[in-house]
């Protein structure tokens, strides 16, 4: 079955350094997605993509953030200069191929620790 | 704005049990989820309601969506261990695809 694939599984990082996530959505999907769950915690939207725009932010989603598909298969999540809170675990998600408009399928997450 | 609200948030029963997972949400929405994440796990689909009076099914699993009533229900048939995990309900709030407003989660405890 496929699969959204996400690289690393774990980043460790200083605070204010930048982190790039790395993400391989379905191939045919045409959303695509950045969640984010902190530990223990419920998970949060942060923005959707489709048509190689971003559709929709959260307010989590603030200027230190940006995302990109740079070629035809990844999907990207920068943080510029990363804070303490940033640190959680970070899942991509894609939806949108044939019938399966509304079924988002995740990645296996990148854990973030900030430190 | 949309708040998701779940419970019980931490449930322990024992196997052979039946048991029902709650989910309100406050505001009208297109589509309902449920997932289910292990520990240190991602994110598994297991259903979507898209209408009044949705029900679906898969194995012990059954999720129900009273869409006047803002609540969607999981209940659980027959517990097993298998099923230990915490549970999470998301509700499309009709902005742009796939903005899910996720509820607390149920963390499930199945003992034998």
């Known amino acids: 079955e496929p699969e959204v694939t996400q690289t690393p599984s774990h980043q460790v990082t200083q605070m204010g350094q930048e982190v790039i996530l790395r993400c391989v959505p379905i191939?045919?999907?045409?959303?695509f997605y950045w969640y984010r769950q902190i530990l223990g915690q419920k998970v949060e939207f942060l923005v959707s993509?489709?048509?190689?725009?971003?559709?929709?932010k959260s307010e989590i989603f603030d200027d230190q953030f940006s995302v990109e598909r740079p070629d035809g298969s990844n999907f990207t999540l920068k943080i510029r200069s990363t804070k303490l809170e940033d640190s959680a675990m970070y899942f991509c998600?894609?939806?949108?191929?044939?019938?399966?408009?509304?079924?988002?399928?995740f990645g296996s997450g990148t854990q973030l620790s900030v430190l | 704005e949309l708040k998701v609200e779940q419970n019980p948030l931490f449930l322990s029963m024992q196997e052979g049990k039946n048991y029902t997972i709650y989910c309100n949400y406050s505001?009208?929405?297109?589509?309902l989820y449920w997932y289910r994440q292990d520990p240190g796990k991602s994110l598994e689909s297991l259903f979507v309601?898209?209408?009044?009076?949705a029900v679906k099914q898969e194995g012990r699993l059954m999720a129900s969506l009273d869409t006047k009533a803002r609540l969607s229900t999981l209940h659980i048939t027959a517990a097993v261990h298998d099923l230990s995990a915490t549970y999470f309900c998301?509700?499309?709030?009709?902005?742009?695809?796939?903005?899910?407003?996720f509820g607390k989660g149920t963390k499930l405890s199945v003992k034998p």
């Open positions: 993509f489709y048509n190689n725009e971003i559709s929709e």
């Open positions: 309601l898209l209408s009044n009076g």
């Open positions: 505001t009208t929405s297109d589509r």
């Open positions: 998301a509700v499309d709030y009709g902005g742009s695809q796939g903005n899910l407003i």
């Open positions: 998600a894609s939806s949108g191929g044939q019938g399966a408009h509304e079924k988002l399928f």
């Open positions: 191939s045919n999907h045409l959303y």
